[in-house]
C-alpha cells in the first residue's frame, strides 16, 4: 500500500544520482513528484516510472537551472497554483582544474548552475511557499564546500555560496514554518565520481568505502517528512567521516 500523500516535492537534478535516489525515497515517504532535469528525456522517464510503481504521481520538467527565465516559465504558474511541500535544490556540474588553469567558462558554468540555480529555483517557489506558513527546502551542496579541495575551486565556491545563502534564508523564513536545511555529501558513488582513483580516495575517508546515493536521499528525506523538525539553517554531512 502507498504512503499517504504528504503533498509535492520538487526535486532538480532528478534523473540520476543522489536527485534520482531522492525522488524515489520520497515518493516511497507519500509525496508526489515534480522531477526537474536538463536534457536526459530518458533517465527522467524510468525514474517516472519507478516512482509511478509506488503509487505515487511523477510530472517531469525538462529545464536549465541556470536560465532564470526558464525557470520562472516552467514553475511559476505551477506553484501559484499548487505550492510544493518539499523542495530538493540538487542540480549541479562539476568542471574540474586546477586554479591557476582553470578557464573563466569552467568558473562560470558551475557558478551558474550550482549557485544561481539555487536562486533561481528558490526565488520562483518561495513566497507560495510562504503563503501556505509551511514547507521544507534541502540543498545538496558538497563536503569541498566545508572542507575545500584542490582542482575544485569553482564547486568548492558555489556550494559554500549555497551553505551560506541556505543560511541567511534559514534566518529569514523561520517563522513562517519553513525549515531549510543543507545536505553536504561526502565522495558519493555515481556518475560525477567514476573517474576518481578509489582505492586512492577511499583511503582517506574513515569508513572506507564510497558512499551511495541511497544513503544521502535518506537524510533528504528524513529533513523533508519528519513530522517533528527541529533542524534548521544546519549542514547535515553524510561523508563517512572525511570531514567531522
Given at each position: 500500500?502507498?504512503?499517504?500523500?504528504?503533498?509535492?516535492?520538487?526535486?532538480?537534478?532528478?534523473?540520476?544520482?543522489?536527485?534520482?535516489?531522492?525522488?524515489?525515497?520520497?515518493?516511497?515517504?507519500?509525496?508526489?513528484?515534480?522531477?526537474?532535469?536538463?536534457?536526459?528525456?530518458?533517465?527522467?522517464?524510468?525514474?517516472?516510472?519507478e516512482i509511478e510503481e509506488l503509487g505515487r504521481s511523477c510530472e517531469c520538467?525538462?529545464?536549465?537551472?541556470?536560465?532564470?527565465?526558464?525557470?520562472?516559465s516552467a514553475l511559476a504558474e505551477r506553484v501559484e497554483k499548487t505550492p510544493p511541500y518539499a523542495v530538493v535544490i540538487n542540480a549541479g556540474i562539476a568542471r574540474d582544474n586546477l586554479l591557476v588553469w582553470m578557464?573563466?567558462?569552467?568558473?562560470?558554468?558551475?557558478?551558474?548552475?550550482?549557485?544561481?540555480?539555487?536562486?533561481?529555483i528558490t526565488n520562483?517557489?518561495?513566497?507560495?511557499?510562504?503563503?501556505?506558513?509551511?514547507?521544507?527546502?534541502v540543498s545538496v551542496a558538497?563536503?569541498?564546500?566545508?572542507?575545500?579541495?584542490?582542482?575544485?575551486?569553482?564547486?568548492?565556491?558555489?556550494?559554500?555560496g549555497i551553505i551560506g545563502a541556505s543560511k541567511s534564508l534559514a534566518?529569514?523564513?523561520?517563522?513562517?514554518?519553513?525549515?531549510?536545511?543543507?545536505?553536504?555529501p561526502g565522495v558519493i558513488d555515481t556518475d560525477m565520481t567514476a573517474e576518481l582513483p578509489r582505492?586512492?580516495?577511499t583511503?582517506?575517508?574513515?569508513?572506507?568505502?564510497f558512499g551511495s546515493a541511497r544513503e544521502v536521499a535518506a537524510v533528504i528525506d528524513f529533513l523533508c517528512s519528519e513530522e517533528h523538525m527541529y533542524i534548521h539553517g544546519q549542514v547535515i554531512g553524510v561523508n563517512g567521516g572525511l570531514a567531522m
Open positions: 500500500m502507498p504512503s499517504s500523500n504528504r503533498g509535492i516535492a520538487l526535486v532538480t537534478g532528478g534523473s540520476r544520482g543522489i536527485g534520482r535516489a531522492a525522488a524515489i525515497r520520497l515518493a516511497t515517504s507519500g509525496f508526489d513528484i515534480w522531477l526537474a532535469y536538463h536534457s536526459n528525456h530518458a533517465a527522467a522517464a524510468e525514474v517516472k516510472s520538467m525538462a529545464f536549465d537551472v541556470s536560465d532564470y527565465d526558464a525557470v520562472k578557464q573563466k567558462e569552467e568558473w562560470d558554468q558551475v557558478l551558474r548552475t550550482d549557485l544561481d540555480g539555487f536562486f533561481n520562483t517557489v518561495l513566497f507560495s511557499m510562504l503563503a501556505q506558513r509551511r514547507g521544507r527546502i558538497s563536503v569541498s564546500a566545508q572542507t575545500g579541495q584542490a582542482g575544485q575551486a569553482n564547486y568548492a565556491a558555489a556550494k559554500a534566518r529569514e523564513v523561520g517563522k513562517r514554518n519553513i525549515c531549510v536545511n543543507v545536505v553536504s582505492e586512492e580516495v583511503s582517506l575517508i574513515p569508513m572506507n568505502r
